[in-house]
């Protein structure tokens, strides 16, 4: 575990800025790449002085951005029924369409700003915000803002909970040790996302929703 967790870190490491902006594009679009193991990493090494802190935050933030702005744009011009019929092959069957609309539905422009906070909907809002042909500025902006708030919080997290320590990644036993001094940190961020997504469940679950007809 700990041979490739160092292999991750040295690739966010040599990539570079670039590299932040596309693994969160990546994290904003039908690809299941979490942003939870790019942007900590990447402050990690701001940490270390490799990157800038907020330099970190703004290029998750253009990555998740563009991510999303490709979506948006991808499902208005496919339109829904190609994306509920050939969603399945890119890791989006209609079941998680349904969810994200359902989200959308219920609270429209604010929805899309909590979107990229949580799990679940988060890489899947740009989809039903296409469909419906929302405002795309208005789109971009909620995006933009939710994105840097998050980046933000991952930012934290990396920089403090493990970026005081650069030699845990030439030390197996000195990242042992962080990870049982910090364990709590962990277990809350943890905690934390299984909650959102719970809430995110049952907020969205809404079986009365008629499906569409798509013939």
Known sequence: ????????????????????????????????????????????WAAQGKYNFWGVILAGTVGSYLG??????????????????YGKYFFIPESKLLRAERWLARYEVGG?????LLPVVRHLIGLPAGIVRMNFRTYSFMT?????????????????????????????????????????????????LTVLYIVVMRLTAKPELARPNLE
């Open 112 to 116: 899309i700003f909590f979107a990229r």
């Open 68 to 85: 999303a702005a490709v979506m948006y744009w991808a499902s208005r011009w496919i339109g829904r029924p190609l994306v509920v019929r």
């Open 144 to 192: 933009i803002v939710g994105s840097a708030v998050w980046c933000t919080v991952l930012a934290w997290f990396g920089a403090e909970v493990i970026g005081d320590r650069p030699e845990l990644l030439n030390n197996p036993q000195q990242m042992i040790q962080v990870l049982t001094d910090r364990f709590h940190w962990f277990v809350g961020l943890i905690l934390l």
């Open 1 to 44: 575990m700990h041979a490739w967790i160092v292999i991750w870190f040295g690739l966010v490491r040599d990539w570079g800025y670039p590299g932040i902006v596309l693994l969160m594009a990546m994290e904003s679009s039908v690809l299941p790449l979490p942003s939870e193991v790019v942007i900590p990493p990447a402050a990690y």
